[in-house]
């Protein structure tokens, strides 16, 4: 108990004694740093309720994780790396661009923040029963089979960096593990994991960012995602010498989700039109930057909107379902490949047999909904209701 703890060298919620240094890092959370017994510098995270209870814990936190001098690979003469020191240390030899470079930090520091919270610092501390904790917490956050692999592919990784340098002190603890898709994908199923905004509130929206002078980016980034079915990507990345304002097509190709594609689709009159008059999105030069930008204006619009800047997409292919339109063509449509052996190889889908096919099996149901959206008379997003109807 410390009777007066004013007395202390109070320094930025930093306490220090001259034995070690206590920081408060939030509510309930300390860090001490400081020598156990064995005279290793440590730095353990624990949980207290105020400074006094924390001046009490922190000699006994600090001896807890003293290294018995009974097991040989972990004696003084054993460098002792810690987690995050590891981590940096496995992947420093990749050759990554940055913004690969930059996503695996990111993987990094979530489990770094999970193993804060649980108090470890070293790798040694870790065991095979603290990854299947780790994967479980991942799993019950409601993550999807890919992010809970991709969150685990750093850890591995050091596993894997850590066993090998040091074959007679460290084991690979996540060999064993096993990340199962069916265990997950129960988990995380949801009956509405798909949001998606009808093609009127699409248009609601879009007149809602004209009237209170949003970027015009956004407005045309919105009616390529919910009006033509575009990924967040791939509206993006269009440009202007992609449209064909006399046919109203666009060509959509590059790299997506690792895959390159390519495909010709005409686009609803309303969409040309404000191509024609606007250009494309040239504010934005990727996904980060756009989907940022697109969310402050949905928060604005309806702050109770759970819709995300690239779940726009689902616009059109639910619409489809809903209305009865499904079909192959919507699948061409979107980019989806032929999920059929008889689609793939026996339906001749060149771009002069397509494109009417496209027309007359997904735009004409667009063109019909978005004529019946109630438009307000001074609304600036339309041609006009007359026009877009037959022209």
């Keep these: 108990m410390i009777k007066n703890p004013s007395s202390l060298k109070n320094e930025a919620n930093k306490y220090k004694t001259d034995k070690f240094t206590l920081h408060q890092e939030k509510p309930g959370r300390w860090k001490v740093s400081g020598r156990d017994s064995n005279g ?3 730095r353990i995270r624990f949980d207290a309720k105020d400074l006094n209870e924390a001046m009490t814990l922190a000699n006994d936190v600090l001896e807890e994780q ?3 001098a009974n097991i040989p690979w972990q004696s003084e003469t054993v460098e002792h790396i810690q987690i995050s020191d590891a981590l940096l240390r496995a992947a420093k030899d ?6 690969n470079r930059k996503k695996d930090e990111f993987n990094c520091g979530y489990f770094l923040n999970w193993v804060d919270h649980k108090g470890l610092t070293y790798w ?3 065991r095979y029963e603290q990854m299947l904790e780790y994967k479980k917490y991942l799993i019950d956050k409601g993550y999807a089979y890919d992010t809970v692999r991709l969150y685990f592919q750093p850890i591995r990784r050091t596993s894997v960096w850590m066993a090998a340098n040091w ?3 460290y084991i690979n603890i996540c060999q064993a593990l096993r990340i199962s898709q069916k265990d997950v994908s129960k988990k995380t199923y949801k ?4 949001p998606y905004m009808p093609i009127h509130e699409i248009l609601d929206f879009m007149d809602w960012m004209d009237r209170n002078n949003k970027p015009v980016s956004l407005i045309i980034g919105v009616a390529l995602q919910g009006l033509a079915g575009l990924q967040m990507l791939e509206a993006i990345r269009l440009t202007i010498d992609k449209f064909n304002g006399e046919e109203g097509t666009i060509i959509i190709d590059g790299v997506v989700k690792n895959d390159y594609r390519i495909r010709k689709i005409p686009i609803p009159k309303v969409v040309s039109w404000l191509i024609r008059k606007n250009g494309v999105v040239s504010m934005y ?3 980060e930057q756009y989907g940022k930008a697109l969310r402050r204006v949905l928060d604005e619009w309806n702050p109770k909107s759970e819709i995300k800047p690239k779940d726009f997409r689902n616009t059109i292919q639910t619409s489809a379902i809903d209305g009865g339109w499904d079909s192959y063509f919507l699948d061409r449509y979107v980019g989806h490949a032929p999920n059929t052996v008889r689609r793939k190889h026996y339906f001749c889908d060149n771009e002069e047999r397509l494109i009417p096919l496209l027309r007359d099996n997904v735009i004409k149901y667009i063109e019909k909904e978005i004529s019946s959206w109630k438009a307000p008379t001074d609304t600036t997003i339309l041609p006009g209701p007359r026009l877009v109807v037959n022209q």
């Excluded at 990749?94 to 913004?99: A, F, H, Q, V």
């Design 191 to 194: 009956s509405n994991r798909n």
């Design 285 to 287: 030069s990727d996904n």
């Design 94 to 99: 990749r050759t990554w661009t940055d913004k």
């Design 167 to 169: 074959p007679n002190r």
């Design 66 to 68: 003293a290294t018995p």
């Design 40 to 42: 290793k510098y440590r």
């Design 124 to 126: 040694h501390e870790l």
